[in-house]
T-cell receptor, first 111, second 113 residues
Framework: DQQVKQNSPSLSVQEGRISILNCDYT??????FLWYKKYPAEGPTFLIS?????DKNEDGRFTVFLNKSAKHLSLHIVPSQPGDSAVYFC??????????FGAGTQVVVTP | NAGVTQTPKFQVLKTGQSMTLQCAQD?????MSWYRQDPGMGLRLIHY???????DQGEVPNGYNVSRSTTEDFPLRLLSAAPSQTSVYFC????????????FGPGTRLTVL
């Protein structure tokens, strides 16, 4: 039973526009959330994270929003660039649990 | 630093064969883990280790063994390969466990015929 869900397997966005990736979770014990980015034939790389005590974390073009009551988080990429084309994984963990990943969203940034 | 390295990059096995996927890290990280990635399933934790001599099961441990004799190395053994183990395998390490940034290796693509 997947406790972290990314319901959009793919997203196409024009260069310069905003990309919004969504992630839902079911386990209320999750208190730390991460986004990883993966290029083909490479391992995932850490992008940004957020603790449950915050509702927003920003790092350059990347912002993660957390809505605990809705058990929902989102990743905003502004502006989107061709190098952002990759698979993005949402992940969540609790202090005494293991890291759980969503199925991923393939982002394609078009010129 | 080489980071996290994995060998081999590709492997084809026949059903019933055994093999070991190698993983090494040079960042002196205590926490290491193995994941498998399957289409539509994301990354699923197989086994993990919080330090040399200590291992534990993840979400999908059946058919796999691990050991951690040194801080640097964390091999994953397939005891008797099955077609259901066809997947891409990633090793990861971190300093402080599953709430810390995980550093992933480049992956091993395994096909079991």
């Amino acid at each position: 039973d997947q406790q972290v869900k990314q319901n959009s397997p793919s997203l196409s966005v024009q260069e310069g526009r905003i990309s919004i990736l969504n992630c839902d979770y079911t386990n209320s014990m999750f208190d730390y959330f991460l986004w990883y980015k993966k290029y083909p034939a490479e391992g995932p790389t850490f992008l940004i994270s957020i603790s449950s005590i915050k509702d927003k974390n920003e790092d350059g073009r990347f912002t993660v929003f957390l809505n605990k009551s809705a058990k929902h988080l989102s990743l905003h990429i502004v502006p989107s660039q061709p190098g952002d084309s990759a698979v993005y994984f949402c992940a969540a963990s609790s202090s005494n649990g293991k890291l759980q990943f969503g199925a991923g969203t393939q982002v394609v940034v078009t010129p | 630093n080489a980071g996290v390295t994995q060998t081999p990059k590709f492997q084809v096995l026949k059903t019933g064969q055994s093999m070991t996927l190698q993983c090494a890290q040079d960042m002196n990280h205590e926490y290491m883990s193995w994941y498998r990635q399957d289409p539509g399933m994301g990354l699923r934790l197989i086994h993990y280790s919080v330090g040399a001599g200590i291992t534990d099961q993840g979400e999908v441990p059946n058919g796999y063994n691990v050991s951690r004799s040194t801080t640097e190395d964390f091999p994953l053994r397939l005891l008797s390969a099955a077609p259901s183990q066809t997947s891409v395998y990633f090793c990861a390490s971190s300093r402080d466990g599953n709430t810390d940034t995980q550093y992933f290796g480049p992956g091993t693509r395994l096909t079991v015929l």
